[in-house]
C-alpha cells in the first residue's frame, strides 16, 4: 500500500511599505498552512504548520516549500510536534524541506520538533538556498522516541548553498536500525534529543567547541561562509536543549560563546 504524497508552498514577498505579503500559501493532505501575527515584528508574515491528519507514516513523501523574495520577513512554526509513526508500508517516510531565501529578505524557522516513534523510519533532508545579503534563523529539534518507548530511526540530512558555494552538507543516523555506534561517547552517549541552530545572527551558547554544558547536554559552534553559524547540540531533553541552544541576538555577527 503506498503512502501520501504532499506538498505545501509558502511564498513572500515586499509589499512596498515596509511590510511582507504572503503570495503563495497552499498546502496538501496532511500539510496544512495557517496565516497568523507575527508575535514581535508587524512587518513580517508568520505562517503555522498545522498537522491536518497523522503523518508521516512509512511510505509518506512530505516536502514543504519556502521562498522569501528580497526584502521580505517570515517566521515559520508549528502548532504541534511532527510525529514519525510506522504505516502499513514498510518503506521509509520522507520529509523533505526547500528553504530559499534571497538577498535582504529574512527567514526564521522555528517549528517544533520531529519525534521519531519507536517503529518509525523517518529521512529528513533540508536543503538551504541563501544568498550571501539574507539573514537566517534555521532551527531544527529532533527527539527519539516518546515517553518510556524505543526509538524510532532518523536519518536527517542539511544541505546549506551560500549563493553558488556549497557551505555545508552533513548527515545523521540514529535511532534503532541505524548503524552500531549511534548511541555510543562519539554520538549520542546515550542522550535521545539532538537540534541544530544554522543563523546568520550572533550566536550564545554554553559551550562550544564539543564542551561539556553541564552533565547534561554538550554543545559546538562552527562557522560556516560568509557570517553563517551552526550550533549542534545534543541533550537529554527538549527544555535542556532548548537552554544550551540560546536564541541569537537580533544583529548580526560573530559567536558568541560564555
Known sequence: MSGVTAVARIRVTADGSGGTALR????????????????????????????????????????????????ARLLVTSAAATLSLPGRDPAPAHYDLDLTVAGDAELS?????????????????????????????????????????PPGRLTSRLTVRQGDRLVLDQSTDVGTGAPPGWDGPAVLAGRRTLGQLLTTHAVTCEASGGTSVGASAEAAAFRLGEGLTLLTAVAPDIPALRATMAAPSPAPGSVVVS
Open 24 to 71: 503563495e500559501l497552499t498546502g496538501e493532505g496532511p500539510l496544512a498552512l495557517r496565516r497568523s501575527r507575527h508575535p514581535d515584528d508587524a512587518g513580517a508574515a508568520h505562517v503555522v504548520l498545522v498537522g491536518a491528519m497523522a503523518a508521516p507514516l512509512g511510505g509518506d513523501r512530505l516536502r514543504v516549500e519556502v521562498v522569501v523574495e528580497p526584502g
Open 109 to 149: 524557522w522555528r517549528p517544533e520538533p520531529v519525534i521519531a516513534a519507536a517503529g518509525s523510519e523517518l529521512r529528513l533532508w533540508t536543503r538551504v538556498h541563501l544568498d550571501p545579503h539574507a539573514q537566517l534563523l534555521f532551527r531544527e529539534e529532533q527527539v527519539l522516541g516518546r515517553h518510556d518507548e
